[in-house]
């Protein structure tokens, strides 16, 4: 089976560099997948759940937040504004992050950067859910 070079990429850093199967990508129109031979393509990224697909290997996930993919038949270059692998999210740390978020949004009659808290509230549930799916350790994330 044929196979498609896949870098995510960062401001900071190169975050991932290898030969996958297939790409699913949180697209700004939802989410897609990319396989090997796929058309070119060059799309913004939503918030959301990258998933590497690799034959005879557990599934790899990352936390994308929005950015840029460049999709062409055998590379695909994923330019994210923030990323990070399961294996790197502190569930504990996202949580306490989630809980101030929708702590800030409750408050009435306050002086509260909705945007900026309901953006918080986005991003750690995203880091939670990926960090969910981390392998072996489903157990040790805490949801309220």
């Keep these: 089976m044929s196979k498609i070079h896949l870098e995510i990429l960062t401001i900071e850093r190169k975050l991932y ?3 996958v199967d297939m790409v699913v990508a ?7 997948g990319v396989l090997p031979k796929h058309a070119p393509l060059l799309t913004a990224l939503n918030y959301g759940e990258l998933q590497v697909k690799k034959e005879g290997e557990p599934d790899q996930f990352f936390a994308i937040g929005g950015g840029f993919i ?7 270059v994923v330019m994210a504004d923030s990323a990070e692998h399961a294996e790197e999210i502190d ?4 949580e306490e992050s989630r809980h101030r978020a929708q702590e800030l949004l409750e408050k009435r009659g306050e002086v509260v950067d909705f945007e900026k808290a309901q953006s918080a509230l986005r991003r750690s ?4 859910k990926v ?3 981390r392998s ?3 157990s040790d994330i805490p949801f309220s």
């Design 131 to 133: 960090a969910k799916r």
């Design 70 to 76: 460049e999709v062409r038949p055998h590379h695909v």
């Design 17 to 19: 560099d290898d030969e």
């Design 136 to 138: 072996g350790s489903r």
């Design 26 to 32: 949180p697209g700004v129109e939802g989410v897609f």
């Design 125 to 128: 549930t995203l880091r939670l």
């Design 91 to 94: 569930a504990l740390r996202a």
